[in-house]
């Protein structure tokens, strides 16, 4: 199998074998990627993740959570916040009377009640001062069905002593043989707790914490959290445990990346670090609110609140704790742990396949890999179809997996590997084919200069004089050419590739003298009128050769061989009509005729002597100016006394 796989390897064109190198360089890394997470994608994860949250449709509420919430109406009612202990007292036992299995604080006492204080002094003046608020709190959450909640504090240099009273979670932990030691709590270094006699009275606390991750939106909740060396739960897992009569929980650690906490056979799966990724029900409010002005005014209907888990927060401007959302920017803190403990109650959690950066690796290989070879066997366009169609398949995929399952596993990598790997490919392509066509063009101008140096070689052969004088000529056009294509009327014409063309085609103009008879072509001294009327068919002949060649080989419209055909065709019209062999006037005749008018005078008038003694350089160029207008174009005979001085200095290669 190896042997026919490298047999088939080396029987890929070079083309494609460096396409499809160019594809799996891309392929590897993203797969690469997929498996470290580096922490400059984790916005990019974190978006992936947001997008399919909002795509997919969830359960609605269990209907076993509420919300008792101290508003803006219960402020008015009450008056302001915090209210005395005896209140928060009342407000307990309005909620233990209306059923609640569980009444979850999303509140800290951290100090004092500031009426227990000035109890305190009454107590001093006489034995018959009333009790405190806080006493009267205490006893109510000797009633038992509460949680109080606390903050913990992760401050690197905060100090671990404390004298809080917190309750543990009795949490046992199973980890894997090849276990790194690696803790998967949080680690909390300080807590901001509840008085220590009300924590008492209540036999219940949890702590509050849920920060949000870089970007500032909420995804996760810590369900365990390290501290002192003991395990303390979150107020949601706190409250769950509660109402389902679990006291023992067990953590079975996956790897790094991924654990799980048996509750009460409930098999809840978290993070590394023991947090929940959050399943979101909705936008906020989603949970049934119930103001805490109603529960204690007695104007609950009855059963509202019965066997449920009751989650106390507020909500009131200038009290409420909000978070983003990756469905909502304004979501309640209290509504992130009534959130949190809907997961627990009705199993339906989001979490990460224990391997998924394994499997988003493999996906990304075998998809880059899929695309590699339609790129070799169907084309860049049918891969990237395919590609299109495979991303749009993995986003459905993912978002279906997550709504069906809970599963996330992530599209991003593999949508980066394939359009990273398409991106390369097609660069790849370009840059290839650019390298083929310069290549041709560098072909197609040695086989142009061959034609060239053929034809002058045939002239060569019938007329020394008129080879040497074709040679010159080249350089003659290219500088003239140059100096031209500064005039306006005359820039957008004479491009570079123009000029160079004009200039490599330049020696052609009189190839039509191959068809002239000896005795006239080589004949010294003057022509007589019949010699003088065959010597000008030579434009004709030379171009009845080039359109035989056309025809003979096929070509239709190439720029080249038009552009010799003007050469040898019209340098000898003259631009007030008197020219040969069409008698052309102006600017009916083409650019290079034009060019090659001037060259051709110049050189014949100056270095041939075949006909007629030569002139002077000086003496040339006083005829060119003097045929302005009437044997020369104008602008064209202004480019050449610019350029003037530069012709008498090009070697004759005598």
Not at 638 to 650: H, M, Q, R, T, Y
């Amino acid at each position: 199998m190896i042997p026919r796989l490298r047999t088939h390897w080396t029987g890929i064109a070079p083309r494609r074998r460096y396409i499809v190198i160019c594809g799996l360089v891309p392929i590897v890394v993203m797969a690469i990627l997929a498996l470290y997470r580096p922490t400059t994608l984790q916005r990019l994860d974190n978006a992936t993740y947001d997008t399919l949250m909002r795509s997919v449709r969830t359960r609605p509420p269990s209907g076993r959570i509420a919300i008792v919430d101290i508003d803006e109406r219960s402020l008015s009612k009450i008056g302001q916040w915090p209210w005395r202990r005896d209140v928060v007292a009342r407000l307990i036992a309005r909620l233990r009377d209306a059923g609640a299995s569980v009444i979850a604080l999303d509140i800290i006492f951290a100090e004092s009640d500031r009426y227990t204080v000035l109890a305190a002094s009454d107590r001093s003046a006489s034995a018959a001062a009333p009790r405190s608020p806080d006493d009267v709190l205490a006893d109510t959450l000797r009633e038992g069905r509460v949680v109080l909640g606390y903050a913990m504090l992760f401050d690197p240099s905060g100090s671990s002593r404390t004298a809080c009273t917190l309750h543990p979670a009795s949490v046992a932990e199973f980890r894997p043989v090849e276990d790194t030691g690696e803790s998967p709590y949080f680690r909390a270094t300080s807590a901001v707790c509840t008085l220590p006699m009300l924590a008492k009275a209540a036999g219940a606390s949890a702590f509050l914490n849920a920060a949000p991750d870089s970007d500032g939106i909420l995804r996760r909740a810590p369900l365990l959290v390290e501290f002192d060396g003991r395990v303390f739960p979150a107020l949601s897992l706190a409250a769950v445990s509660r109402a389902v009569g679990a006291r023992n929980m067990v953590l079975r650690i996956a790897n790094v990346n991924a654990a799980s906490l048996v509750v009460d056979r409930r098999v809840v799966p978290l993070d590394g670090k023991s947090n929940l990724l959050l399943r979101y029900r909705g936008k906020k409010r989603t949970f049934p609110y119930v103001s805490a002005a109603d529960v204690l005014s007695g104007q609950l209907p009855a059963d509202t609140l019965r066997d449920k888990v009751v989650f106390v927060g507020t909500t009131a401007l200038g009290t409420r704790e909000v978070v983003a959302t990756p469905l909502d920017t304004l979501f309640a803190g209290v509504e992130v742990q009534a959130t949190a403990a809907d997961n627990l109650l009705q199993q339906d959690f989001i979490h990460r396949p224990a391997f998924a950066t394994t499997i988003e690796s493999q996906i990304v290989i075998v998809f880059g890999v899929a695309l590699a070879i339609l790129v070799v066997t169907a084309g860049i366009t049918t891969a990237v179809l395919a590609g299109a169609g495979g991303v749009t398949a993995l986003w459905f995929g993912s978002a279906w997996l997550l709504s069906t399952t809970g599963s996330f596993v992530s599209p991003l990598f593999p949508t980066m590997g394939a359009s990273s790997a398409l991106a390369m490919m097609t660069l790849a392509r370009f840059n290839f084919e650019r390298r083929r066509a310069e290549s041709a063009g560098r072909d197609k101008s040695t086989a142009q200069k061959l034609m060239v140096q053929t034809l002058l070689s045939l002239t060569e052969t019938r007329d020394k004089e008129t080879g040497k004088h074709s040679r010159r000529t080249q350089e003659y056009a290219r500088l003239l050419a140059e100096q031209l294509s500064h005039n306006p009327d005359y820039h957008d014409y004479l491009t570079p590739e123009r000029i160079d063309l004009l200039s490599s085609l330049a020696p052609l103009h009189d190839i039509g003298k191959v068809g002239i008879p000896d005795h006239i072509l080589n004949k010294p001294g003057k022509l007589t009128a019949e010699e003088l009327s065959e010597m000008r068919k030579h434009p004709a002949l030379g171009y009845d050769v080039i359109l035989k060649a056309e025809q003979q080989v096929g070509v239709r419209d190439d720029a080249i061989l038009a552009m010799a055909k003007d050469i040898v065709y019209t340098h000898h019209e003259r631009w007030d009509g008197t020219g040969y062999p069409r008698g052309l006037r102006g600017t009916d005749i083409p650019v290079a005729g034009r060019v090659m008018a001037i060259v051709d005078v110049y050189d014949a008038s100056s270095t041939r002597t075949l006909y007629q003694p030569n002139r002077s350089h000086e003496d040339a160029v006083t005829y060119i100016v003097g045929g302005r207008g009437t044997h020369f174009d104008p602008a064209v005979v202004d480019a050449f006394i610019v350029v003037a001085s530069l012709l008498k200095n090009v070697p004759h290669h005598d």
